[in-house]
C-alpha cells in the first residue's frame, strides 16, 4: 500500500479481521467495467475478496429496492448514475454513515452533510472519434451535421440513459430542436449502452460518437480519442456511492469506498478527478471551471421523476422505441 496514506492500515486490518467476501454493485452498461473497480482493488488488498457486478443503473436501483421489500440479499456497496434513489434511500434507512478517507476534498455540494452517501468519481460524455477512420473529428455539435458523417455516427438511445437524456436536452438548449431535426437526417445508429457505441466503432462499423465515456488519455494503441468541446455542452457528473445498512461486510466497505476516492484511484489520466487536490491532466481544468458540464444541473434534472419521464416518452415519439438487449447480457 506504498501509494496510499497510512490511514488505509486500520481500514484493512478492520476488513481482514472482518473475514467477510466484499460485494458491490456498479452502474454500467458492459460486464468488463468491473474490471476499473477490481483490477487495483485486488492488487492493493489481495485478502479482501470483491465481486463487483454492473448493471444499468436504473436497474440495479429498481433490483435493491425489491430485494429490501422481499428480505432478499443485497450488496454492501451500491455506487450508480441515477443519484436521485440516495436521498431517499438515506431517509428510510436504507443506507449506513460513513464519509470515506478524502471526502473534505470533495466539493461540499455533492456531499451529503449528513454522511450517507459521497461522491466517488466523475463520469464524461463527450466527443469520441475513431481518427484512423476520420481524421478531421467532428468536435462542436454542428460539425456532427457535415453530409460526409452521414451513416458514421452512432448513439445511444436518450430515453434509455438519463445521463444522455440530460445532454441532449442541454445540447438541443444551445443548438436548438433544427440541430437535432438535422442530426436525425444523418443515418444515426441508435444503441443500448453508453459502452456500445465504442465497440462498434472500434468493428469499424461507425466512425464517431459523442454519448460515450472514454479516458482522456487513450489507452496506447487506441486510434479512438475523446476531445472536450469548447462551446458545446459536455456531460459530467458525480457517480454516487454508498455503504448499505444491513451490508455484511461493512469494514471491507468502508475500505472499498475510501479507496475509490483515493487520490492512487482519481486518476486525471481516466477523467476529471472527484477531488478538488488531486490535479486535473494537463490541458484540461477542474470539472467545476467548466462552463459547458453541469454536474448539478444533472442532480437536480434526476431528482423530477416526473420531468424525466416526459422527456423520455417525448425522444420514444421523434426517435422510436428502445430496441436491444441489456447490453450487460453481452460480451462487452
Known amino acids: 500500500m506504498d501509494n496510499l496514506p497510512p490511514e488505509f492500515d486500520a481500514l484493512y486490518r ?3 479481521a ?9 452502474g454500467g452498461d458492459a460486464k468488463s467495467q468491473s474490471l476499473a473497480y477490481t483490477a487495483q482493488f485486488e492488487q492493493l488488498f489481495p485478502d479482501i475478496p470483491i465481486t463487483v457486478t454492473v448493471d444499468l443503473s436504473k436497474y440495479h436501483d429498481a433490483e435493491l429496492d425489491k430485494r429490501l421489500l422481499f ?15 440516495f436521498p431517499i434511500w438515506a ?31 466523475v463520469f464524461q460524455f463527450a466527443p469520441t472519434t475513431d481518427y484512423a477512420q476520420l481524421p478531421d473529428a467532428p468536435i462542436e455539435y ?36 433544427s440541430w437535432f431535426q438535422h442530426l436525425m437526417a444523418q443515418d444515426i445508429q441508435w444503441v ?9 466503432i472500434k468493428a469499424g462499423k461507425a466512425a464517431t460518437t459523442f454519448t460515450s465515456y472514454f479516458p482522456l488519455v487513450a489507452p496506447e494503441g487506441s486510434s479512438l480519442k475523446t476531445t472536450i468541446p469548447e462551446h458545446g455542452y459536455f456531460q459530467a457528473w458525480y457517480q454516487i456511492g454508498g455503504i448499505l445498512a444491513e ?19 482519481q486518476n486525471p489520466a481516466w477523467t476529471f478527478p472527484a477531488r478538488t487536490d488531486v490535479a486535473p491532466l ?51
Do not use: C
Open 282 to 332: 494537463e490541458g484540461f481544468k477542474p470539472i467545476s471551471h467548466y462552463s459547458n458540464a453541469s454536474p448539478a444541473g444533472f442532480a437536480a434534472f434526476m431528482a423530477d421523476r416526473g420531468q424525466v419521464e416526459r422527456w423520455r416518452f417525448i425522444f420514444e415519439s421523434l426517435i422510436g422505441p428502445v430496441e436491444g438487449v441489456n447490453p450487460n447480457t453481452l460480451d462487452m
Open 142 to 177: 454542428q460539425d456532427f451535421l457535415r453530409p460526409e458523417l452521414k451513416g458514421k455516427i452512432v448513439l445511444t438511445y436518450p430515453h434509455d440513459d438519463d445521463a444522455v437524456l440530460y445532454q441532449f436536452l442541454q445540447i438541443i438548449e444551445q443548438q436548438g430542436w
Open 14 to 16: 478492520a476488513a481482514q
Open 91 to 121: 431517509n428510510d434507512g436504507v443506507l449506513q454513515r460513513y464519509r470515506p478517507l478524502g471526502f473534505e476534498q470533495v466539493p461540499a455540494h455533492f456531499v451529503d452533510p449528513d454522511g450517507y452517501w459521497t461522491p466517488i468519481g
Open 247 to 265: 451490508a455484511k461486510a461493512p469494514a471491507a466497505a468502508r475500505l472499498y469506498l475510501s479507496y475509490l476516492l483515493s487520490k492512487a484511484h
Open 192 to 200: 443500448r449502452g453508453t459502452q456500445t457505441p465504442l465497440e462498434v
Open 18 to 26: 472482518e473475514g467477510e467476501p466484499l460485494l458491490v454493485w456498479a
Open 71 to 85: 428480505g432478499e440479499e443485497i450488496p454492501d456497496v451500491i455506487h450508480i448514475q441515477t443519484v436521485q434513489n
